[in-house]
């Protein structure tokens, strides 16, 4: 049965931004409530925000070049500030530097050719009708009960609607939305937030009807259109009531979302190619974030790491763009996906001389490299002739042989075609 979702399996590969004025504090996103800074304090920043270096195609091509098909950018992150330009309030990037984010964006992924997400947060620390919470700065005020009783989620909730409803109107067809996120599970005295709290229902109904198309991920705290795991690659396939969903892994260079200058905690290029290929092992995407800097640019690192995925895209990316789980048991440190007819076999780690794949002698016409097309010679255990066979002892019958060179190659990931 195919929907209008079916490019976003296919596509499996996106890139995720995380840009706002947490990105000139670059200390982490969650700075505000880390440091319990007051929203006064906190919108003070606001001020002296001017990104002038960030450059939409730029971060389009490059989620491009890492053969990546899909951008997902943060229209507004838990801060309250609106990388777009809502009239609903004065705290955005229009108002403070006269720029529409969000526009340039959405601009440059149609001019790549890239499907266009927005994130949205749910939580807004700096509207004065969301409640203070456990994840809010103001937690730990004093006076912390007695505000919340002047707040009124009523309103917020209306606010949060309505600027829903600016970013799925203005800015053509938007393919999908990443709301964040739904935490309803009380925590030291504080309740949490959660469906009710958003009007889970009705937010989604407005979304699809604004955007018939759209693709929508689980955080509302209702079931949706797909599950998105944070920074953990899931053991198998991911399934509700038995059955298979749609997931995306949303996974970060070095555990920050937003530019976090002295965190150096990085992920290496082929770490990230064996992270997207498991994904895809496992019937899911991966959505990668960046976070652009105080000045918008996407850092020399950011920029080489995205540079070397796509190396590894270049020649191996038909394994998992439109590729998926194979039913076949991979060997250890070994992932397999799969695409039409044929097999991939991932080499996360190199053996000496030889792979076994059980059952698979006999239903593989040729063997080769990815990379560079090269064949693979590959001997079998014959069940009738179990004498005749060149392979190293102790295989059962039906078992097929790759005969591997002694020198790995050097890729970042070692990819088999079958
Ligand atoms: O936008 C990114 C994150 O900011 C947001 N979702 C992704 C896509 C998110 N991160 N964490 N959470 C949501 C859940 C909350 C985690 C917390 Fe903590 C643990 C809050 C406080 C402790 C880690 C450490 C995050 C902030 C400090």
Partial sequence: MSSSHDWFTHD??????????????????????????????????????DPDLFDAREVARAAKAAGMRYAVLTAKHHE???????????????????????????????????????????????????????????????????????????????????????????????????????????????EGKGPADWDAEALLRLTRELQPGILVNDR???????????????????????????????????????????????????????????SVAKGGNMLLNIGPDGRGAVTPRDLATLAAIGDWMDRNERSVIGAGPAAEVA????????????????LFHWPFGHVHLPDLAGRVGFARFLHDGSEIRTSAIDPDQQAWNTTPGGQPAGTLTLHLPVTRPDVLVPTIEL
């Avoid at 009523?154 to 109107?169: A, F, I, K, S």
């Avoid at 060997?331 to 991932?346: A, E, K, N, Q, V």
Wanted: aromatic residues 16%; charged residues 30%; hydrophobic residues 35%.
């Fill in 12 to 49: 499996r590969f996106g890139l995720f931004i995380h840009f706002g004025l947490y990105s000139t504090l670059a200390r982490h996103e969650w700075v505000m409530t880390r440091e319990q800074t007051a929203p006064e304090d906190y919108e003070r920043n606001a001020r002296f925000f």
């Fill in 220 to 278: 509302l705290g209702i079931p949706a259109d797909l599950v998105t795991p944070e920074q953990y690659q899931p053991d198998e396939t991911m399934t509700r009531d038995g059955v298979e969903v749609t997931w995306e892994a949303c996974q970060t260079l070095n555990g920050s979302w937003g530019y976090d200058r002295d965190n150096v905690d990085f992920k290496t290029p082929d770490l990230l190619v064996r992270m997207l290929v498991d």
């Fill in 80 to 190: 309250g500030f609106a990388m777009f330009d809502s009239k609903l309030t004065d705290y955005t990037s229009m108002q403070t530097f006269g720029r529409d984010i969000v526009r340039e964006f959405v601009d440059a992924c149609r001019e790549e050719g890239l499907r266009v997400g927005l994130y949205f947060s749910l939580i807004d620390w700096h509207h004065p009708e969301f409640t203070i919470d456990y994840h809010h700065p103001l937690r730990d005020r004093e006076d912390a009960v007695e505000l919340n009783a002047s707040r009124d989620m009523v309103m917020y909730r209306e606010y949060l609607h309505g600027q829903v409803r600016e970013l799925l109107t203005n800015y053509g067809t938007i393919d999908y939305l990443f709301y964040d996120f739904t935490y309803d599970e009380p925590r030291d005295g504080w």
């Fill in 331 to 346: 060997p250890f440190g070994t992932r397999f996906t799969r695409r039409g007819d044929r097999l991939y076999l991932h």
